[in-house]
């Protein structure tokens, strides 16, 4: 009797090199269900596997989609994973408008030029804003407000819309889009990993809204299990429970400075405009308000269940990165 093998995939992977990429690339490179690995990213690899061919590509070239479909084409690629997004905000916000809009939408043209009909992306439960109305959680179905004048925030928002208004026009086109809350861990690097690693915190005065995590190790595994079992749809991925700001301060030993709205707002824009800080005043609304998202679709239609709830997450993050301060982990 005949035994019918099901094909192997050929992915290609934007931003390869990055936090989830370069720890997702050596699972994907071990599992023979996939048979290559295109790595598009302006970073050089940071190491070689059987499977993986890299590309120097900027999705911020004027020339990208031209240079993306002739790659996907001559690779025969049949999913792409969209990771080129930033993990903290910059001051060069055009470039990134650039990368993460921009490049979101030539990509998918290029898709579109190939015949790609499987595409993940990669984004944050920021999208859906931070405000003092909205629920206790918000699930995939919630307006996505952003922040407008965060253009960390919009830019991801946008890239969205690309990709919902794409799949839209091309009804066999497969999509995901995985939104990540705050991710912690022994190696995650973002906004609020670096406010969580200070002495000393300012906070706003009179707010102290409740937070969720998500841990690094249940990030790389979410995305996994969404390639292996062709998801589809949006999801939401945070960890189980809740914890107020205050907590988390005192899990730390970080002493909190409570600050009137008003000033710190500008007290933050005079630093961020110089430079000197890594996020600019429209960030405070999401250490004064609650945005938490719910996680009901991610555990049962995914059928993901994260290892680490949000307390277990925030304790392994900052007491491994203690430990890592006095010189006892590596």
Same mark, same amino acid.
């Given at each position: 009797?005949?035994? /019918? ?79 080129? &997004?930033?993990? %903290? ?51 995939? *179905?919630?307006? !996505?407000?952003?922040?407008?004048? &965060?253009?960390?925030? *919009? ?18 086109? !497969? ?21 969580? /690693? ?13 937070? *969720? ?9 979410? &995305? ?41 707002? %500008?007290?933050?824009? &005079? /630093?961020?405009?110089? *430079? ?30 994260? !290892? ?23």
């Amino acid at each position: 009797m005949r035994v /019918l093998r099901k094909k192997k995939r050929k992915i290609a992977i934007t931003g390869a090199f990055g936090f989830i990429g370069s720890r997702l690339i050596p699972l994907l490179d071990s599992d023979d269900r996939y048979s290559k690995i295109v790595g598009i990213d302006i970073k050089s690899p940071p190491f070689t596997t059987k499977k993986l061919t890299y590309y120097n590509i900027d999705l911020t070239s004027p020339s990208v989609e031209g240079e993306l479909s002739k790659i996907l084409s001559k690779e025969k690629v049949d999913t792409v994973l969209h990771l080129a &997004f930033l993990s %903290n905000p910059i001051s060069n916000i055009e470039w990134v408008h650039e990368l993460e809009s921009v490049g979101t939408y030539k990509l998918l043209n290029a898709c579109s030029i190939v015949g790609i009909k499987r595409f993940l992306m990669w984004s944050t439960t920021m999208v859906y804003g931070a405000y003092p109305n909205n629920p206790n959680y918000l699930t995939e *179905q919630h307006k !996505k407000r952003g922040c407008p004048g &965060f253009a960390f925030v *919009q830019d991801k928002l946008e890239a969205e819309k690309s990709l919902l208004e794409f799949a839209a026009r091309n009804p066999d086109f !497969k999509y995901t889009i995985l939104r990540t809350s705050t991710i912690v861990g022994p190696t995650a690097d973002n906004i609020f990993t670096s406010i969580f /690693l200070r002495g000393y915190v300012p906070v706003v005065m009179g707010y102290d809204p409740l937070m *969720q995590f998500i841990h690094e190790v249940d990030v790389i595994d979410v &995305f996994k299990l969404a390639l292996d079992k062709d998801i589809e749809g949006e999801y939401n991925i945070a960890a189980d429970g809740v914890l107020p700001i205050s907590e988390i301060m005192r899990i730390g030993n970080i002493v909190p400075i409570p600050i009137p709205y008003f000033i710190l707002k %500008n007290t933050v824009s &005079f /630093l961020w405009n110089g *430079q000197l800080i890594r996020f600019p005043s429209d960030f405070l609304n999401y250490i004064r308000y609650v945005w938490n998202v719910d996680n009901e679709k991610l555990r049962n239609q995914m059928g993901f269940i994260p !290892k680490y709830d949000s307390l277990e997450a925030i304790k392994n993050f900052l007491g491994t990165r203690r430990l890592r301060k006095i010189g006892f982990a590596n």
